[in-house]
């Protein structure tokens, strides 16, 4: 059979952070990169996750028998198997983290096989993808705050996005100082789920000060009722979003049926690139707009295929690693990131040598 699969491989790495970073709910100082190469015929497909060594574990242990000896053309058919065989360990979290690394390197694999950049096999909807520079960690100071933003709008990325709610009352001065290093571009927060509901409709008052036009997890994003309150009491000029943790199709379909964000988050090395383009067909039938989660090299060409893309999160920690760590990371121009259709599939390839170093 052509394109029968015929190899499983899998690494996981860790990357120390250049400076400890912390969110709203969470602090790190480095990230795991779980890689899977898929191979058939003698070509190499590539997908990935930031998760934890033991989805590297899984893939290994029971993903790879999994998809062996299928084709690399019959996706949904390899997807259904990996999805059964985690039943018993719980079809969300670190078995979702291993499936979409598997699912990303048969999507890269599969468009390798017929020579084609991703986005055209897929079929592609725009040639570029507006970006947001993404990072301003609660553990900057001040300075380190105002540099990375600035410096976002200095490459011409219109927008940008910091961290918020590990200290509440710290909040309105360090987004203030933001906006004063930025001038007019738009101001993005991410609370990452750290305020409780009233706190969070008192600051984005507070916030509309200071022209935010995006309020992210404002309250835990399990609270679908909290966020639909927040989406209805907060400015007309503030945009609610949450997502980012959605694993598979009915969490993004509860989000959406509860009228709980204005832009619904996807990222797919949680729910796979086969999940992200169904949340992008679900966004589009609820008439909301999509916006991809961090790890932008492997959102690329996705989102060049899925028109509720609005735009990609540009995020620091993960554009780092990516640079670092593949071949053909594309940078972005005048704000934008293009794919290179001089290269098949998603366009990047592992640096086996620099990875090496970081292998756990
Ligand atoms: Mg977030």
Same mark, same amino acid.
């Given at each position: ?18 400076d ?19 191979? /058939? !015929?003698?070509?190499?497909? =590539? &997908?990935?996750?930031y998760?934890?060594?033991? %989805?590297?574990?899984? +893939?290994?242990?029971? $993903?790879a ?17 990996? /999805? !059964?065989?985690?039943?018993? =360990? &719980? ?6 983290? %291993?499936?979409?690394? +598997?699912?990303?390197? $048969?999507?890269?694999l ?8 991703l ?14 520079g ?14 990375? $933003? ?7 990325i ?15 001065e ?9 001038g ?6 991410d ?6 509901r009233?706190?969070?409709?008192a ?15 404002p ?30 199709l009915d ?35 609820f ?15 996705p ?14 920690d ?13 940078v ?11 290269r ?17």
């Amino acid at each position: 059979m052509k394109g029968t699969i015929e190899d499983v491989q899998v690494r996981a790495y860790r990357i120390p952070t250049d400076d400890p970073e912390a969110d709203g709910t969470y602090r790190w100082d480095s990230t795991t990169l779980v890689v899977v190469h898929c191979r /058939a !015929g003698g070509t190499a497909g =590539l &997908g990935y996750s930031y998760a934890d060594a033991a %989805a590297a574990t899984l +893939v290994k242990d029971k $993903l790879a028998g999994k998809v062996l000896g299928r084709s690399a053309f019959n996706i949904p058919g390899c997807w259904f198997a990996m /999805a !059964g065989s985690v039943r018993n =360990l &719980g079809e969300q979290g670190i078995a979702m983290l %291993a499936i979409s690394a +598997v699912d990303t390197a $048969l999507w890269d694999l599969k468009a390798k096989l017929v020579g084609l950049p991703l986005v055209d096999l897929l079929g592609g909807v725009r040639d570029r993808v507006p970006v947001y520079g993404s990072g301003g960690f609660t553990s900057y100071t001040i300075e380190q705050l105002q540099h990375q $933003l600035a410096g976002w709008v200095e490459e011409g990325i219109i927008r940008v996005k910091m961290k918020i709610g590990t200290q509440p009352d710290k909040d309105p001065e360090r987004i203030a100082r933001a906006r004063a290093a930025i001038g007019s571009a738009q101001l993005f927060v991410d609370a990452n789920g750290a305020y409780d509901r009233k706190q969070a409709l008192a600051m984005a008052e507070i916030f509309n000060d200071y022209q935010v036009s995006w309020f992210e997890e404002p309250v835990v994003h399990h609270d679908l009722e909290g966020l639909r309150l927040i989406r209805d009491r907060a400015p007309a000029t503030m945009e609610i979003s949450a997502g980012e943790y959605g694993f598979e199709l009915d969490y993004f379909r509860r989000m959406a049926e509860a009228e709980a964000v204005d832009v619904l988050q996807a990222d797919a090395t949680r729910c796979g690139i086969t999940g992200f383009l169904q949340a992008a067909n679900l966004c589009q039938a609820f008439h909301l707009p999509l916006s991809s989660h961090c790890a932008p090299a492997l959102h690329l060409h996705p989102c060049c295929a899925a028109s509720a893309v609005r735009h990609m999160e540009y995020f620091h920690d993960h554009v780092r690693i990516e640079r670092m760590l593949f071949d053909g990371v594309v940078v972005p121009v005048a704000g934008e990131l293009a794919p290179d259709r001089s290269r098949p599939g998603l366009g990047i390839e592992l640096k086996e040598d620099v990875a090496k170093r970081y292998e756990i």
